[in-house]
């Protein structure tokens, strides 16, 4: 079901749900958010100061890439004139770096993952307000979503005790 009609059923549906005398007045709009936080300065700003925190640690573990990249290169050459110790000694090498580079990627990863939740609630409750407050300001009933989930809505638009009651 494409996008606009999700949002056209659910137009409907709250028309019909409305009480009569408060559709003359309903005053509804549509926020598309993955738009919005494109467009936002807060967004984009958090995600450079992200990848300024993280670019040294990626650096590091691509160092540590070109590293492991030389010593496999150096084995596979060499293999044939290397002493079994050589060998040995090149391989418990490769495997450490190895094993350091991949705790550090998941280290990063976990650390990338925490931080970017963190910024997008921070951000996520900069822009609920920020809704919040246009509807008041500008008198809107609802804000849904450009998915159909509902942003906003004043109170006698939510009719779920009046469902219960007529289900009991």
């Known amino acids: 079901m494409s996008t606009i009609h999700k949002i056209f059923m659910f137009c409907l549906f709250t ?3 409305i009480p009569i005398h408060a559709l003359a007045e309903l005053k509804m709009g549509i926020v598309n958010l993955d738009l919005l936080f494109k467009e936002i300065p807060i967004y984009r700003e958090s995600q450079e100061k992200i990848k300024k925190q993280f670019d040294p640690r990626a650096r590091n573990l691509k160092t ?3 590293e492991w990249n030389g010593l496999n290169e150096d084995y596979l050459k060499n293999e044939t004139v290397m002493s079994e110790k050589e060998k040995k ?3 418990e ?5 190895e094993k350091k ?3 550090g990627q998941e280290k990063i990863q976990a650390d990338l993952q925490k931080v970017q939740q ?24 609802i804000i849904i979503r450009a998915d159909g ?7 006698y638009i939510n009719i ?3 469902i219960i009651s007529k289900l009991q």
């Open 93 to 97: 090498k490769i495997q450490g770096i």
């Open 149 to 155: 989930t509902t942003l906003y809505a004043k109170k």
């Open 64 to 66: 540590l890439e070109q």
């Open 101 to 103: 580079f991949r705790s």
């Open 160 to 162: 779920t005790q009046e």
């Open 118 to 141: 963190e910024e997008l609630s921070r951000i996520r409750a900069i822009v609920e307000k920020a809704i919040t407050d246009h509807a008041e300001k500008n008198d809107f009933d």
């Open 89 to 91: 000694a090149l391989v």
């Open 15 to 17: 028309i019909i749900l």
